[in-house]
């Protein structure tokens, strides 16, 4: 057992983040089933399951959803140029908040009536994201939300990163699975310092995206089905294992050509 007393950033970042992740574990295991049976429900009607990060740091959810090892393979993933950090970080926060910019973007990816999307986004205030939810019901979708209802409810309704109908992510998805994030994101307090450290969202997210992959996985095997998972190229046989979703999806995903 850590003594208080002798506490330092790293013991508290530890204890921060295996409580969280603790909590998700023993909080969220119904969502977590419910989503994994709408994906295994897409997989087997031979669908795409869309994943959509709105902005920021939010958008290494798709990444860490798409073409990973370990994977599922029918993941199309929507990174716009405009709301991912990699021409730059204040262009990023810009676009998140101009309403009607994401629901553009949802029709330039392949997105079909009946098909299942994740919106993830621990914060699920901003244009983009409540523009995404919206449109993709819209057309037809089943929305899937990682994020964390407690942050939403804390910002007020005049915060300018605020969609204009001041609508929450949870409150607009069909499923929402908590990630659990607290008010701000950074959990470590440093004696001195005002400002706290060291964010949870991406581990939470992360760890949500996962441990919905392999209940989606083992609910098909169940079932007999073989589940369409991507093996790491960097190990042997991985390039001549894959190549059979290449030939399979790469007309259909997006970023997979």
Same mark, same amino acid.
């Given at each position: ?44 009607? %031979?669908?795409? *399951?869309?994943?959509?990060?709105? /902005?920021?740091? #939010? ?7 798409? =073409?990973? $090892? ?9 990174? %716009?140029?405009? *709301?991912?950090?990699?021409?730059? /970080?204040?262009? #990023? ?7 009607? =910019?994401? $629901? ?12 299942? *999307? ?140």
């Amino acid at each position: 057992m850590l003594s208080m007393e002798k506490l330092d950033s790293l013991d508290k970042y530890y204890l921060a983040v295996t409580s969280l992740l603790k909590k998700i574990y023993e909080e969220e295991r119904t969502n977590i089933e419910k989503a994994a049976d709408v994906l295994v429900k897409a997989i087997k009607e %031979d669908r795409l *399951i869309h994943v959509f990060g709105t /902005g920021g740091h #939010s958008a290494m959810g798709a990444e860490e959803m798409f =073409y990973r $090892a370990g994977g599922l393979v029918p993941i199309n993933p929507i990174l %716009d140029p405009g *709301i991912v950090l990699h021409f730059g /970080g204040p262009r #990023s926060t810009s676009i998140e908040r101009l309403p009607g =910019y994401c $629901a553009k973007i949802l029709h330039h990816y392949n997105l079909r009536e009946g098909d299942p *999307i994740i919106i993830v986004t621990a914060y699920g205030i901003n244009a983009c994201t409540i523009d995404a939810a919206l449109e993709a019901k819209k057309m037809g979708l089943t929305v899937i939300a990682i994020t964390s209802p407690e942050f939403s409810k804390s910002i007020p309704p005049d915060h300018p990163a605020r969609h204009p109908t001041k609508k929450n992510l949870y409150e607009v998805a069909d499923i929402v699975i908590d990630c659990k994030m607290p008010f701000g994101d950074a959990v470590v307090e440093i004696e001195g310092l005002l400002q706290k450290v060291a964010p949870v969202s991406t581990i939470l997210n992360a760890f949500i995206i996962n441990a919905l992959v392999a209940k989606t996985v083992e609910k098909l095997v169940k079932e007999g089905v073989t589940p369409p998972i991507w093996m790491s190229a960097n190990i042997p046989g991985g390039d001549e294992f894959n190549r059979k979703w290449f030939e399979k999806y790469r007309n259909r995903i997006k970023l997979l050509f």
